[in-house]
């Protein structure tokens, strides 16, 4: 944790506020369709499964694997100065929704699709924390 | 149930096509290489400003009406005119749109047209470069992106070169395959900006920027512009070049999200070909040629699949079997492309395209009895295609 935290820092919408105040919790939140059951990501109004109105927030199990991923050799972003090179991945939770995150906790030539992970929190300020995938 | 339209085949042509300069172009606004580039297919066609009636462009996305600030600057009044905010879909679209509101009596002769600037705005100053772009902060997410070190067009097709590499065992030397015949195009068209032969080991010497992607799976950043003029297939009779036919096109969008089911290994392409095919009465067997929006080697390669040039999962094959050159099974970007001519987001695949069955090409450059030949257009947060027929008269 730091004040003087140099990456981007995200401005929530107002429909993704729940997220962000999980993941301060340490809770990995996703919206739940109370109709049909689909679970998804990144938030709405609307089930994107059945169209319903009838949704909610609930917590995932943060479980899931990676769909594909890139590793970033190029720095874009001097907040990123010296973690070149790093992973980005599309982790595909088990209730499956699909979430951009980073891949943390092994070299970046061991990543690959289909690999079993987990959110782990990283607190990057006072007021903010980022869910990162590790593998299990 | 959509049903297959075929009224608008062969009924709307295009008469003429230009860019403008190429590459690294100061002290030249994106509107005055459009216009550089209007002019020149007005010329083309032997036709004046005074006779264009509908204006359908696009330009640097943060300019609002661009059409509006097009037609200031032309001298011109469109009873049809609109700028089509589609991405690289945009320009192929910008065609389409053009025939349909032809048939519906909203205008007579349009001109279709697309510039950037990106080559000088990326290097007017060092924080540009730094953040590999010249768009303006608010066309990214503010959340769910920039905060995991994720930025540009790159990473977003890296993921699917990379769930394609997964799925089908697609190689690096594949993508490889496709740089290398498109540069090997580019060598016979003075116009491209890239002028020196690119051989595989270069192609795998290349410094890697997002990966998979190295520096030789990137499209060129380039200032530049293009543009065409349609009209009835009657009206092009009379005018100055052999008219190229609209025999079909379609569109597909993916919008509920690249990152959705299996969009990023199964295109828009799937649905706008399908659709292009059946108002034109052809199918992947009759095309010639083909111009494919090349943002990233990837691209080309699962579109070529997705408008059933070869089976799904078998691209990788497909490209490094010597499929694209001239005398190949599908010549494809024969201008050099994205990657090898210059970038102007799909405009130039169009402007090729025509130029391809206008027949003013040498045999070098010419594609050996083309009549038939197929243009994509790709973009918009990676989810829209749009595409085209274009056939010979």
């Not at chain 1, 140099?6 to 340490?26: Q, Y």
């Not at chain 2, 459009?34 to 359908?56: F, H, P, R, S």
């Not at chain 2, 020196?196 to 990137?218: Q, S």
């Not at chain 2, 094959?317 to 090898?340: D, K, R, W």
Request: with cysteine; proline share 4%.
């Amino acid at each position: 944790m730091s004040d003087d935290y140099a990456k981007a820092i995200p401005i929530p919408g107002p429909e993704s506020l729940p997220f962000w105040e999980g993941a301060k919790n340490h809770q990995l939140m996703l919206q739940k369709c109370s109709d049909c059951a689909h679970h998804w990501f990144p938030p709405s109004t609307v089930c994107t499964g059945c169209g319903s109105r009838n949704i909610e927030w609930v917590a995932s199990s943060g479980k899931g694997k990676i769909f594909s991923f890139v590793i970033f050799h190029k720095l874009y972003h001097k907040g990123w100065d010296g973690e070149i090179p790093y992973a980005v991945a599309i982790v595909e939770l088990e209730e499956g929704a699909r979430m951009l995150s980073n891949v943390i906790g092994i070299p970046v030539e061991e990543v690959k699709c289909d690999l079993s992970v987990e959110v782990v929190f990283e607190d990057a300020t006072s007021e903010l924390t980022l869910p990162k995938f590790k593998p299990v | 149930m959509m049903e297959p339209s075929t009224h608008l085949r062969d009924k709307y042509a295009l008469v003429g096509a230009g860019h403008s300069r190429l590459g690294k172009v100061p002290g030249v606004s994106a509107q005055g290489l459009l216009e550089e580039a209007m002019l020149n297919a007005l010329d083309d066609a032997g036709l004046k400003t005074q006779n264009v009636d509908g204006l359908i462009c696009r330009g640097p996305d943060e300019i609002y009406t661009f059409h509006q600030v097009m037609g200031e600057r032309l001298g011109i009044d469109a009873s049809f005119s609109t700028t089509l905010t589609n991405g690289g879909a945009s320009q192929v679209m910008g065609v389409a749109l053009a025939a349909m509101a032809i048939d519906a009596g909203m205008a007579s002769c349009v001109l279709v047209g697309y510039g950037r600037d990106n080559w000088s705005r990326v290097h007017a100053n060092k924080e540009n470069h730094m953040r590999g772009s010249g768009r303006p902060q608010q066309m990214y997410g503010m959340e769910f992106g920039p905060e995991f070190g994720y930025y540009g067009a790159i990473a977003a097709h890296g993921f699917g070169a990379q769930r394609h590499m997964h799925d089908y065992g697609t190689t690096r030397e594949q993508f490889g395959a496709i740089s290398v015949a498109f540069r090997n195009h580019a060598l016979n068209n003075p116009d491209a900006v890239m002028k020196k032969p690119l051989t595989m080991e270069n192609y795998l010497a290349g410094r890697m920027i997002v990966e998979p992607f190295g520096l030789f799976d990137c499209s060129l950043q380039t200032d530049g512009a293009g543009a065409v003029v349609v009209t009835s297939a009657e009206r092009a009779k009379d005018l100055r070049q052999k008219p190229v036919l609209i025999k079909g096109f379609g569109t597909g969008n993916n919008i509920s999200g690249w990152f959705n089911g299996n969009n990023m290994t199964h295109t828009g392409a799937i649905q706008s070909g399908k659709t292009a095919y059946a108002m034109a009465g052809v199918g992947p067997e009759n095309i010639d040629y083909a111009q494919i929006y090349d943002c990233f080697t990837y691209m080309v390669l699962v579109q070529l699949e997705d408008y059933g040039f070869c089976r799904k999962g078998e691209g990788g094959e497909f490209v490094a079997s010597g499929a694209l050159g001239l005398n190949g099974a599908m010549p494809t970007n024969t201008s050099g492309g994205q990657l090898s001519e210059a970038h102007v987001e799909g405009m130039l695949q169009v402007v090729e395209g025509v130029r391809q069955l206008q027949g003013i090409y040498g045999p070098e450059r010419q594609v050996p009895n083309a009549e038939i030949g197929l243009v994509s257009g790709h973009g918009g947060n990676t989810v829209c295609e749009s595409t085209l027929i274009l056939g010979a008269t």
